[in-house]
Each structure stands twice: as C-alpha cells, then as structure tokens.
C-alpha cells in the first residue's frame, strides 16, 4: 500500500510506481472517480476522438510525402512508445 501526505493546499504528489503503474506520464491528466462506498478509482484519463478527428490533423504541417513503409513504421514505434 502507498501512503500519500496531503498538503496544506490539499494536494498529493504520486510516486514515480504508482505513475507507471497506470501508465501515466509527465502533462498527462488522471480521472478520479468518486465511489459510493468513500473509495476513489484512479486510472490514467486517455483522449477520446474517432479516426475523423484524428485524419487530416497534419494537413499543412510538412512538404515531405512519407511512403506507406515509413508511416507503418512510425505507427509501430508510437505504439511500442519510442520516440
């Protein structure tokens, strides 16, 4: 079990473990949900859109044309989280 202190501002910091234990990274936001029972569930709020929202997103943004090779290759290092 963690212990977290509250501070006089009722604010928490989370341990680096706990973070990565839910999968959250540094500017990421956290969802908290208040139970009935007093308890809270804690995960790590992830953005939700459709592929409409997502397509066109980098219109305009480049003149390089990448080849279906290298965008399978850039979807593959973004899902393995290598930059």
Not at 50 to 68: E, H, M, Q, V, Y
């Amino acid at each position: 079990m963690t212990i977290l202190t509250v501070t006089a501002r009722g604010q928490v910091t989370f341990r680096k473990d706990v973070l990565h234990h839910l999968g959250i990274r540094p500017g990421e936001k956290i969802e908290l949900d208040k139970l009935p029972d007093g308890s809270v569930a804690l995960r790590a709020a992830r953005p939700t859109g459709s592929i409409d929202d997502f397509i066109g997103i980098l219109a305009g943004k480049t003149k390089k044309i990448a080849t279906l090779d290298e965008i399978k290759e850039a979807a593959a290092d973004g899902w393995a989280g290598i930059k």
